[in-house]
């Protein structure tokens, strides 16, 4: 098992950064897909982008795509989703998950853990 822990959201202006952190105890997170999703009110929770078991892949979801990265320091056992140009469209919950899975899956249902969830707000 995995407990995951989401840091680093809050405020921003358009077109700023924010780097968040999923810091995950227990088992390490190189044994899992690992993922971000976002929620925002009213709407379903999406696929932001993903991280293979092994690393070696990664996909983003087409609205994200060039200005989200992920990544993962497996010494200090923790993901994050580096944001640039943010829009105030990328308003939303994010939430971290690990997946007991090789491949990254964009379906929320594939996932076996969750964050508690980091709020991030754009400014127009």
């Known amino acids: 098992q995995v407990q995951l822990v989401e840091s680093g959201g809050g405020l921003v202006q358009a077109g700023g950064s924010l780097r968040l952190a999923c810091a995950a105890n227990g088992r390490t997170i190189s044994s899992y897909a690992m993922s971000w999703f976002r929620q925002a009110p009213g709407k379903e929770r999406e696929f932001v982008a993903g991280l293979s078991r092994s690393g070696g892949s990664t996909y983003y979801a087409d609205s994200v795509k060039g200005r989200f990265t992920i990544s993962r320091d497996n010494a200090k056992n923790t993901v994050y989703l580096q944001m640039n140009s943010l829009k105030p469209e990328d308003t939303a919950v994010y939430y971290c998950?690990?997946?007991?899975?090789?491949?990254?899956?964009?379906?929320?249902?594939?996932?076996?853990?969750w964050g508690q969830g980091t709020q991030v707000t754009v400014s127009s």
């Open positions: 998950a690990a997946a007991d899975k090789r491949a990254i899956a964009s379906r929320s249902a594939a996932y076996d853990y």
